[in-house]
Nanobody
Framework: QVQLVESGGGLVQAGGSLRLSCAAS????????MGWFRQAPGKEREFVAT????????YYADSVKGRFTISRDNARNTLYLQMNRLKPEDTAVYYC??????????????????WGPGTQVTVSS
């Protein structure tokens, strides 16, 4: 089992940048495919990005491709999401998620077993 805690959210102007972090407990972080999702008020949770256990493979939602970068530091048990050129429509609660299969990309919420409590990102226009 793994416990996840996100940090790094906040208020930023459109065009700005933020870096989210997700700290994971346990000693087998590299055994998990990790993902970022987000949920805006009144909307369903949507996929943002995912990365395999080694970091070798990544996959992004079209809405963030070219602006966001997912990465991980397995030595620090930490997942990151670098968000650049932020837009007001990026405003949401951002969640990190884990699935104990290291080599496969997962892009739907139901594929993930563990979730953090979320961190709020607000982009002002």
């Amino acid at each position: 089992q793994v416990q996840l805690v996100e940090s790094g959210g906040g208020l930023v102007q459109a065009g700005g940048s933020l870096r989210l972090s997700c700290a994971a407990s346990g000693r087998t972080f590299s055994s998990y495919t990790m993902g970022w999702f987000r949920q805006a008020p009144g909307k369903e949770r949507e996929f943002v990005a995912t990365i395999t256990g080694s970091g070798a493979s990544t996959y992004y939602a079209d809405s963030v491709k070219g602006r966001f970068t997912i990465s991980r530091d397995n030595a620090r048990n930490t997942l990151y999401l670098q968000m650049n050129r932020l837009k007001p429509e990026d405003t949401a609660v951002y969640y990190c998620a884990a699935r104990r299969v290291a080599t496969i990309i997962f892009a739907t919420a139901r594929d993930y077993d563990y979730w953090g409590p979320g961190t709020q990102v607000t982009v002002s226009s």
